[in-house]
């Protein structure tokens, strides 16, 4: 089965350092999406792309997160400088837009920030 | 998108028809109801999908009212597996018959299916 795969699954660093969150959508899929989840918020949108261009990241906050596509294998998602209000489960999800909305998802990356 | 209701919680044994409501009042003429459900510990699953008649695949039904009003999902026959949130979604899905943009997940309900 074609999966969205996501590395680090698990990061734990300390506030104030970078961290790089990566993720490989399922070959073909053109469309990425971030999403964080924490107990208070639930699941959050933070950014989404289609055919690499960003559409959409009114979600994430602008002065210390990124996301980028480099090419259509990965989509990274970078803070910097991190803080302990930022430890979440960061969940990559992909999909076509040709299709019918629907969305794979990764199996996250847990994030703690000391 | 519309906002969805949905109970906090609900409980299932083993075997038994799982039956989970969904209210979507304000739905719109172009809204889809999608269902996807988290186990503990995983990234969300989708399960099914709808607009206006009832749908049917491997993992589960989707029933929804005439004025569309509401929905529900079934599990026919819930296994200790089935255990998860399951989040009810509507989206708009433009005429063309591609969907565009993000998923408004709220709290769900959290389904436990028990011996």
């Known amino acids: 089965d074609a999966r969205v795969t996501q590395t680090p699954r698990h990061k734990v660093t300390e506030m104030g350092q970078e961290v790089t969150m990566r993720c490989q959508p399922i070959?073909?899929?053109?469309?990425v999406f971030w999403y964080r989840q924490t107990m208070m918020q639930g699941l959050e949108l933070l950014a989404y792309?289609?055919?690499?261009?960003?559409?959409?990241d009114s979600g994430m906050p602008k002065d210390r997160f990124s996301a980028e596509m480099p090419d259509a294998t990965l989509a990274t998602l970078k803070i910097q400088p991190s803080e302990p209000r930022d430890s979440a489960v960061y969940f990559c999800?992909?999909?076509?837009?040709?299709?019918?909305?629907?969305?794979?998802f990764g199996p996250g990356t847990r994030l703690t920030v000391l | 998108d519309a906002k969805t209701t949905q109970p906090p919680s609900m409980d299932c044994a083993e075997g038994r028809a799982a039956n989970l409501p969904c209210n979507h009042s304000?739905?719109?003429?172009?809204?889809?109801v999608y269902w996807y459900r988290q186990i503990h510990s995983q990234g969300p699953q989708y399960i099914i999908h709808?607009?206006?008649n009832n749908e049917t695949n491997e993992m589960a039904s989707l029933i929804i009212t005439e004025d569309r009003k509401s929905s529900t999902l079934i599990l026919p026959h819930a296994t200790l597996r089935d255990t998860a949130v399951y989040y009810c979604?509507?989206?708009?899905?433009?005429?063309?018959?591609?969907?565009?943009?993000?998923?408004?997940f709220g709290q769900g309900t959290i389904l436990t299916v028990h011996p």
């Open positions: 070959l073909g899929h053109n469309t």
């Open positions: 792309f289609r055919n690499r261009a960003p559409l959409d």
């Open positions: 709808g607009l206006k």
């Open positions: 979604i509507v989206r708009v899905v433009n005429a063309g018959g591609t969907s565009y943009g993000k998923l408004t």
């Open positions: 999800a992909s999909g076509s837009s040709g299709g019918i909305g629907r969305q794979f």
């Open positions: 304000t739905i719109s003429g172009n809204e889809y």
